[in-house]
């Protein structure tokens, strides 16, 4: 990579309490040593215990703020997280598809950590035919899943691979179908499990569980970690890998913080904090 430094988008919604949505992307495309950009599609008032309240940003500003970005960053992967309404999905797909020439990362977020909704049912449709088939990758959880493909979350590792299949007839070129809401029955020997599926095969990763309620902005961790690491030119086997590790180092480091009463963020930052 000699030295070069990448450049990463993310198009999402802030988190007032720092430990997902833009925040969480900017802080672990900087851990993974890339520079991060930012568009932002929502603003919400949350902590790690609730969503207090959305504000959407207008669509044809979200718009703005790509075409600004593109007009004079070099973009080397964009990241897609929270996006609440149709016509703001609209907006950043019509900005890619013009400006973006990039591996695009998209987490179809949908219900934060608290139980609180953050997709309306009429975004859900609008998600499935504009940004899906422009996805390089896309990485929902169990439930995400059943939304995107109406019906049951898959319940064990087959139906996983089955469900993954059925999004990549959506028109999405990979599909990192995360298994962290497996019954513990389905897990086999207790090892948690994600399924990368692309068009030439499935790609297994599971690792061990850890034990902290300190897991607010998981998957957009891992999701713009994998963004970071297509920036820098990884395969996306490497870069799911790579990510996967960084984020379980930082799950298990996350009681270190003492963030909340609740639900507090993953330490983005535990290879360099508290070390002289």
């Given amino acids: ?120 049912d009429d975004a859900v449709e609008a998600l499935r035919a504009r940004l899906i088939p422009m996805a390089d990758l896309i990485t929902p959880n169990l439930p995400e899943a059943g939304v995107l493909l109406d019906r049951e979350p898959p319940a064990d590792e087959g139906e996983m691979a089955e469900a993954a299949r059925m999004l990549l007839q959506q028109g999405a070129k990979a599909v990192l179908m995360k298994g962290g809401h497996l019954d513990t029955a389905a897990l086999a020997d207790g090892q948690l499990v994600d399924l990368l599926v692309t068009g030439d095969g499935i790609y297994r990763f599971t690792s061990g569980h850890i034990a902290t309620k300190n897991t607010h902005g998981t998957g957009c961790t891992l999701s713009s970690s994998i963004a970071a690491r297509l920036a820098q030119g990884h395969t996306m086997e490497k870069a799911v890998d790579t990510a996967r590790l960084y984020l379980n180092a930082a799950i298990a480091a996350a009681d270190d913080l003492s963030v909340g009463e609740g639900h507090g963020p993953v330490h983005h930052f535990h290879a360099l904090w508290g070390k002289d």
């Fill in 1 to 120: 990579m000699s030295g070069k430094i990448f450049n990463a988008l993310t198009i999402a919604g802030s988190d007032s309490g720092g430990g997902a949505g833009i925040q969480a992307d900017l802080k672990a495309f900087s851990a993974h040593g890339v520079y991060g950009a930012s568009v932002l599609a929502a603003l919400t008032a949350q902590n790690t215990r609730e969503v207090r309240g959305i504000l959407d940003v207008p669509a044809e500003f979200v718009r703005q703020q790509i075409d600004t970005v593109f007009d004079d960053i070099a973009i080397h992967a964009v990241k897609i997280g929270m996006l609440s309404r149709p016509e703001v999905i609209a907006a950043v797909a019509d900005g890619l598809a013009a400006k973006a020439a990039c591996p695009i990362v998209l987490d179809p977020v949908m219900v934060a950590k608290s139980g609180h909704k953050l997709l309306s």
